[in-house]
């Protein structure tokens, strides 16, 4: 079975300051995909990033980005010039390209505070 | 903009009833999803529904848990005779790709408490 683990519970920074936070994944699998999802207070979760794994490249929305690791499993998720929308948590999940029961496989989260 | 919408927001039962929780997907989506967090626990995958059958599901999604989409729009959850352990907030989310490729959309999610 994969397995996706957020050791950061909860992080808190000032605005405008960069922020990383970490996701490590274990997966039997060679090709997979990897998304962070942000759920604001009372809100949607909604996706952020997408990284596809057979893909070297890190991928980046806005001031979004990845830092894609293969062979650490490591899958950590950058927020540059933080801003107090930002505050959220933030799940790391996990797909198998080829499906199966194990669904879309989510960390626990982190709990990101944009401190004003 | 399209979202995905879940009611109720929160319900109360009691042990034994039976419970449907109901979502309307973004509707010119496909694959349909219901998905539940445990207080504390993490987000977990449920069960997955696309041409009108359900194409994956998880161990938890047992005989007490049954998914339909009635009408086109609708796309329930239903669990037959809730145990204490189902409290949890329930998700449903759609995509226009299949799971592990596309993006997922998801409602604010129902709370359910059995007591």
């Known amino acids: 079975a994969q397995t996706v683990t957020q050791s950061q519970p909860e992080m808190s920074v000032q605005e405008a300051e960069t922020v990383t936070l970490s996701c490590t994944y274990d997966?039997?699998?060679?090709?997979?995909?990897l998304f962070w999802y942000k759920q604001p207070p009372s809100r949607q979760m909604i996706l952020v990033i997408r990284?596809?794994?057979?893909?070297?490249q890190n991928a980046t929305e806005n001031r979004f980005s990845v830092n894609f690791q293969k062979a650490a499993k490591s899958f950590s998720l950058k927020i540059s010039d933080s801003q107090l929308g930002d505050t959220a948590m933030y799940f790391c999940?996990?797909?198998?390209?080829?499906?199966?029961?194990?669904?879309?496989?989510f960390g626990k989260g982190t709990h990101l505070i944009i401190q004003p | 903009e399209p979202e995905v919408t879940q009611t109720p927001s929160h319900q109360v039962t009691q042990m034994g009833q039976e419970v449907i929780l109901r979502c309307v997907p973004i509707?010119?989506?496909?694959?349909f999803y219901w998905y539940r967090q445990i207080l504390g626990q993490k987000v977990e995958f449920l069960v997955s529904?696309?041409?009108?059958?359900?194409?994956?599901k998880s161990e938890i999604f047992d005989d007490q848990f049954s998914v339909e989409r009635p009408d086109g729009s609708n796309f329930t959850l239903k669990i037959r005779s809730t145990k204490l352990e189902d409290s949890a907030m329930y998700f449903c989310?759609?995509?226009?790709?299949?799971?592990?490729?596309?993006?997922?959309?998801f409602g604010e999610g129902s709370r359910l408490t059995v007591l």
């Open positions: 997966t039997s699998e060679s090709n997979y995909y």
């Open positions: 529904f696309y041409n009108n059958e359900i194409s994956e």
């Open positions: 989310a759609s995509s226009v790709l299949r799971w592990n490729t596309g993006e997922l959309f």
């Open positions: 990284q596809e794994a057979y893909k070297q």
């Open positions: 509707s010119n989506h496909l694959y």
């Open positions: 999940a996990l797909a198998q390209s080829g499906g199966g029961a194990d669904g879309l496989t």
